[in-house]
């Protein structure tokens, strides 16, 4: 399966990394990482591409990082429909000081705009 | 989140301390007092009897062992208060510290309140609300946050009614936010 992956340069997207390329491996999926801006992220976009293209390495896979400017949400659907992923994952959210599960303006663009299927990774 | 969080500029209230007694709309006499690490058994209980459709991005979670290592968390760092129903826990509220921003007296809380499906519609949210927001206030706490869904309107209207404003409308859920103190 073709499988598109965004990220930003916050913890929340390392931990969506790091599951994303153990279920690739799993499924031997066919994965492309994107990493679009974030302001005030804790990496730039070319330090979360760089840790992305080692991760990837280290697990032995072929894949292929980008990095992309542009609105995040809109830019990740467009991809996702112009080169025929089969599915589109993000990070599915961060939790509250209380443990609630919060979706960010980016999932909630991706949910309601995607045309294939969304999956979100906790 | 690196945004800033927007809080009402006057602090709403009076509210009432714990505890309190009262009688809920089906006349069975409520209590509502603090908790501690010494009640977390007891509102476990609670949390197996929730209906798990009345659960609110994610929480509260499913089975004990996690229920317990959730309420550990938040009778760790927080201030809780619970409704009684002669000694049965039917409703826990909540105020968890929010370190990400800023510690101290600089720290805001986040606020959620449940109550048991039995006991849901008699007034012991409200008041459950206004007590904790009462024992806050006490300890110095001086800004609440909360999310809720945008659906639940009983919820909002609650919320807005003892003086929360929203100041958070561009995810799923409505931000809102209260000042307990100037």
């Given at each position: 399966?073709?499988?598109?992956?965004?990220?930003?340069?916050?913890?929340?997207?390392?931990?969506?990394?790091?599951?994303?390329?153990?279920?690739?491996?799993?499924?031997?999926?066919?994965?492309?990482?994107?990493?679009?801006?974030?302001?005030?992220?804790?990496?730039?976009?070319?330090?979360?591409?760089?840790?992305?293209?080692?991760?990837?390495?280290?697990?032995?896979?072929?894949?292929?990082?980008?990095v992309?400017t542009?609105?995040?949400?809109?830019?990740?659907?467009?991809?996702a429909?112009?080169e025929?992923?089969?599915q589109?994952?993000?990070?599915?959210?961060?939790?509250?000081?209380?443990?609630?599960?919060?979706?960010?303006?980016?999932?909630?663009?991706?949910?309601?705009?995607?045309?294939?299927?969304?999956?979100?990774?906790? | 989140?690196?945004?800033?969080?927007?809080?009402?500029?006057?602090?709403?209230?009076?509210?009432?301390?714990?505890?309190?007694?009262?009688?809920?709309?089906?006349?069975?006499?409520?209590?509502?007092?603090?908790?501690?690490?010494?009640?977390?058994?007891?509102?476990?209980?609670?949390?197996?009897?929730?209906?798990?459709?009345?659960?609110?991005?994610?929480?509260?979670?499913?089975?004990?062992?996690?229920?317990?290592?959730?309420?550990?968390?938040?009778?760790?760092?927080?201030?809780?208060?619970?409704?009684?129903?002669?000694?049965?826990?039917?409703?826990?509220?909540?105020?968890?510290?929010?370190?990400?921003?800023g510690?101290?007296?600089?720290?805001?809380?986040?606020?959620?309140?449940?109550?048991?499906q039995?006991?849901?519609?008699?007034?012991?949210?409200?008041?459950?609300?206004?007590?904790?927001?009462?024992?806050g206030?006490?300890?110095?706490?001086?800004?609440?946050?909360?999310?809720?869904?945008?659906?639940?309107?009983?919820?909002?209207?609650?919320?807005?009614?003892?003086?929360?404003?929203?100041?958070?409308?561009?995810?799923?859920?409505?931000?809102?936010?209260?000042?307990?103190?100037?």
């Amino acid at each position: 399966m073709k499988v598109l992956l965004g990220i930003d340069g916050s913890d929340e997207s390392m931990k969506t990394l790091r599951k994303t390329i153990d279920r690739t491996r799993e499924a031997d999926d066919d994965l492309t990482v994107v990493v679009v801006p974030k302001e005030a992220a804790k990496r730039s976009q070319d330090e979360m591409a760089t840790e992305a293209r080692d991760l990837v390495t280290e697990a032995g896979l072929d894949v292929d990082v980008r990095v992309v400017t542009g609105d995040p949400g809109s830019t990740l659907v467009d991809i996702a429909e112009r080169e025929s992923f089969d599915q589109l994952a993000i990070g599915g959210g961060t939790e509250s000081p209380m443990g609630k599960i919060r979706l960010g303006p980016i999932t909630e663009f991706v949910l309601l705009n995607a045309n294939v299927t969304v999956r979100l990774v906790r | 989140m690196s945004r800033e969080r927007v809080y009402p500029e006057e602090p709403a209230g009076p509210f009432p301390e714990p505890p309190q007694t009262f009688a809920d709309k089906e006349e069975r006499e409520i209590s509502v007092v603090t908790a501690d690490e010494g009640d977390v058994d007891a509102v476990t209980e609670m949390y197996c009897d929730f209906d798990p459709a009345d659960r609110a991005q994610g929480i509260p979670p499913t089975g004990e062992t996690r229920i317990r290592e959730w309420l550990d968390t938040i009778f760790g760092e927080g201030l809780n208060v619970v409704a009684l129903d002669d000694d049965t826990v039917v409703g826990h509220a909540t105020l968890v510290p929010d370190t990400a921003n800023g510690e101290g007296d600089e720290c805001a809380y986040e606020l959620a309140i449940f109550v048991l499906q039995s006991h849901q519609r008699a007034g012991i949210g409200r008041k459950l609300l206004t007590t904790l927001l009462g024992y806050g206030k006490r300890e110095g706490i001086e800004r609440v946050w909360l999310t809720v869904e945008r659906w639940n309107r009983a919820a909002v209207e609650l919320y807005r009614d003892v003086g929360f404003e929203t100041c958070g409308s561009e995810s799923f859920e409505l931000e809102m936010s209260l000042r307990l103190n100037g």
